[in-house]
């Protein structure tokens, strides 16, 4: 199911940030776990009482050589075009400024549910703050203290109650949808045109065009996909657009609904931080992925400059050692057929189980020849391991005490687990449990 979308605005220095790693509490530490990623703390998923939503603190998306009124203006557009609801903030102990009504303004003509929120009300005493701002007109302002942590629960109910009743879109289980991510003028597009117009492909229009993604069914070789094209529908012209983590928005949602990612590289422009930044969120969302080098035809061929490229890749992104790497061009559609049946297999990898009995052979087998590792004097035995779920594939290994099964030693059984089943272009999870 697609998840509601919150986005928090308001000027500078009312507490967006602050507000933002409150409500994300120990996620943001954990997504930036992936080595080699570096992360823009701007989005992250929240969990309140049985809901899950994401959250965007739209404060962290720069809009570099603009005044800052323009700014502000910009990402309160930028939360209107994202979001379900709008969580304003302003700073109770300032009282209402001139910038705070500007984005009232916006806010207010473009009827999204909005909830005003007063922060820096760090006590009761203070609560009388709070009244000048039924001014701004969005009813009741609810009081916060990002820094203490106070009045955040009622916040969210109210947040809550305002998400729209979410339209699930059928997707059949068959059908592999797919979705093309990078840094901006990386050729998204242009794949995507490419692809639709490749030689045997039947292209139809479908229902399920989003409101961030158009759809696109095609079908070839036997086989149903479903491009979501995020690129295609950008409304050009908006400053924002262009920018390096608004494209990263705009993949985290063609993420969540993909069954494979791929992702778009420059042969051009080489390897920049921000294409880390976006692969690393589909690594984290446990999706089948491909890496495409576009722009091939820009480069001089040579006997060793895909095999150069390669490795340039493979040290940058050394979380995505599964993922296969494919060199092509939009241009001059050189590979481009290839493409298509690497996300078929990529996708049969993602959803593929394994028989338990071969499993259990291989580990032990694994486990015969070369010893568990010894912690505190304690040896690790591993008694069973079974395969739980797919998309992507995720194992338990029982064990006798999951407290020293180190990320070394997980590494260890998925590589095993890879070498004896492929499982090309998908991340595996590992899970330790104590055998009961
Ligand atoms: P942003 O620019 O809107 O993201 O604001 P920040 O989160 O960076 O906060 C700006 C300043 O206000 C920082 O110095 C925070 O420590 C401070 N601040 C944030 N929330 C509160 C609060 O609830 N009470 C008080 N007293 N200060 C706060
Ligand atoms: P997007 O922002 O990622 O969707 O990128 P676009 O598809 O709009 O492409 C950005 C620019 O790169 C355009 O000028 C394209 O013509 C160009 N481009 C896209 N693919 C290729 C390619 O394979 N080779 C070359 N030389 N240029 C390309």
Same mark, same amino acid.
């Given at each position: 199911?697609?998840?509601?979308?919150?986005?928090?605005?308001?000027?500078?220095?009312?507490?967006?940030?602050?507000?933002?790693?409150?409500?994300?509490?120990?996620?943001?530490?954990?997504?930036?776990?992936?080595?080699?990623?570096?992360?823009?703390?701007?989005? %992250?998923?929240? /969990?309140?009482?049985?809901?899950? @939503?994401?959250?965007?603190?739209?404060? #962290? $998306?720069?809009?570099? *050589? =603009?005044?800052?009124?323009?700014?502000?203006?910009?990402?309160?557009?930028? %939360?209107?075009? /994202?979001?379900?609801?709008?969580? @304003?903030?302003?700073?109770?102990?300032? #009282? $209402?400024?001139?910038? *705070? =009504?500007?984005?009232?303004?916006?806010?207010?003509?473009?009827?999204?549910?909005?909830?005003?929120?007063?922060?820096?009300?760090?006590?009761?005493?203070?609560?009388?703050?709070?009244?000048?701002?039924?001014?701004?007109?969005?009813?009741?302002?609810?009081?916060?203290?990002?820094?203490?942590?106070?009045?955040?629960?009622?916040?969210?109910?109210?947040?809550?109650?305002?998400?729209?009743?979410?339209?699930?879109?059928?997707?059949?289980?068959?059908?592999?949808?797919?979705?093309?991510?990078?840094?901006?003028?990386?050729?998204?597009?242009?794949?995507?045109?490419?692809?639709?117009?490749?030689?045997?492909?039947?292209?139809?229009?479908?229902?399920?065009?989003?409101?961030?993604?158009?759809?696109?069914?095609?079908?070839?070789?036997?086989?149903?996909?479903?491009?979501?094209?995020?690129?295609?529908?950008?409304?050009?012209?908006?400053?924002?657009?262009?920018?390096?983590?608004?494209?990263?928005?705009?993949?985290?949602?063609?993420?969540?609904?993909?069954?494979?990612?791929?992702?778009?590289?420059?042969?051009?422009?080489?390897?920049?931080?921000?294409?880390?930044?976006?692969?690393?969120?589909?690594?984290?969302?446990?999706?089948?992925?491909?890496?495409?080098?576009?722009?091939?035809?820009?480069?001089?061929?040579?006997?060793?400059?895909?095999?150069?490229?390669?490795?340039?890749?493979?040290?940058?992104?050394?979380?995505?050692?599964?993922?296969?790497?494919?060199?092509?061009?939009?241009?001059?559609?050189?590979?481009?057929?290839?493409?298509?049946?690497?996300?078929?297999?990529?996708?049969?990898?993602?959803?593929?189980?394994?028989?338990?009995?071969?499993?259990?052979?291989?580990?032990?087998?694994?486990?015969?020849?070369?010893?568990?590792?010894?912690?505190?004097?304690?040896?690790?035995?591993?008694?069973?391991?079974?395969?739980?779920?797919?998309?992507?594939?995720?194992?338990?290994?029982?064990?006798?005490?999951?407290?020293?099964?180190?990320?070394?030693?997980?590494?260890?059984?998925?590589?095993?687990?890879?070498?004896?089943?492929?499982?090309?272009?998908?991340?595996?999870?590992?899970?330790?449990?104590?055998?009961?």
């Amino acid at each position: 199911m697609r998840k509601a979308t919150v986005a928090i605005v308001g000027r500078p220095n009312v507490g967006k940030s602050t507000i933002f790693n409150r409500l994300v509490g120990e996620r943001v530490s954990i997504v930036e776990d992936v080595p080699g990623v570096t992360r823009d703390r701007i989005y %992250a998923e929240v /969990e309140w009482l049985s809901t899950s @939503f994401n959250l965007i603190d739209t404060g #962290g $998306i720069e809009i570099s *050589d =603009e005044p800052m009124l323009q700014k502000i203006k910009n990402q309160a557009e930028i %939360a209107i075009d /994202e979001a379900d609801v709008i969580i @304003f903030i302003v700073n109770g102990r300032d #009282g $209402i400024t001139a910038q *705070d =009504e500007e984005v009232a303004k916006i806010l207010y003509k473009s009827n999204k549910p909005t909830v005003l929120a007063v922060n820096k009300v760090d006590n009761v005493e203070m609560r009388e703050l709070l009244y000048e701002f039924y001014a701004l007109g969005f009813g009741e302002p609810f009081p916060i203290s990002g820094t203490h942590g106070l009045g955040l629960g009622d916040l969210l109910d109210e947040v809550v109650h305002h998400f729209p009743e979410i339209e699930e879109i059928e997707k059949d289980e068959d059908t592999i949808y797919f979705s093309l991510i990078g840094r901006p003028n990386v050729g998204k597009s242009s794949l995507v045109n490419a692809i639709l117009n490749e030689d045997r492909v039947i292209v139809s229009d479908m229902e399920g065009t989003t409101r961030d993604a158009i759809d696109t069914f095609i079908h070839k070789d036997d086989q149903d996909f479903v491009i979501i094209d995020t690129a295609g529908i950008r409304k050009k012209g908006k400053v924002y657009e262009s920018t390096e983590k608004y494209s990263v928005l705009r993949a985290l949602r063609a993420i969540e609904r993909s069954d494979v990612v791929l992702v778009v590289l420059d042969a051009d422009t080489g390897i920049r931080e921000q294409d880390k930044t976006i692969a690393g969120y589909a690594h984290d969302a446990g999706k089948g992925i491909v890496i495409v080098v576009n722009k091939w035809d820009t480069v001089e061929t040579s006997e060793t400059a895909m095999k150069e490229f390669e490795l340039t890749v493979r040290e940058q992104f050394p979380f995505l050692d599964y993922a296969p790497i494919i060199f092509l061009s939009a241009k001059t559609k050189k590979r481009l057929q290839r493409l298509t049946p690497i996300v078929k297999l990529v996708s049969e990898s993602h959803s593929k189980r394994v028989p338990t009995n071969v499993l259990n052979d291989i580990i032990m087998d694994a486990m015969a020849m070369n010893p568990t590792p010894t912690v505190k004097g304690n040896r690790l035995k591993v008694l069973y391991v079974t395969q739980v779920g797919v998309k992507p594939p995720t194992f338990v290994l029982f064990v006798n005490d999951p407290e020293i099964v180190h990320f070394s030693f997980k590494r260890f059984i998925e590589n095993r687990i890879r070498e004896a089943f492929g499982f090309t272009g998908t991340p595996i999870h590992i899970i330790a449990r104590r055998r009961a």
